[in-house]
């Protein structure tokens, strides 16, 4: 199976924005998991969910707290 470089749809990004908004941290979680859901958006995680997504954020983000998109939060 071949795996496409994550492009984030328009609803995504305002989806993101408004929870970046209230809650920065929530909101790269809510962009980690999903860049793992798979084409039905599940997400299959090992037997400790809480400290997988702990080590894929340090892993994933340098600063989790960080808006990921280019050009900054839209206000």
Known sequence: MRRSMFMPSR????????????DPLAANIFLLLVE?????GRVCLGPNP?????D???A????????????????
């Open 11 to 22: 609803k995504l990004r305002r989806d993101y924005n408004r929870l970046f908004r209230r």
């Open 36 to 40: 793992l859901a798979d084409e039905q």
């Open 50 to 54: 809480e400290a997988e997504i702990a």
């Open 56 to 58: 894929l954020m340090r």
């Open 60 to 75: 994933r983000f340098d600063n989790p707290r960080a808006y990921q998109f280019q050009g900054g939060p839209k206000r």
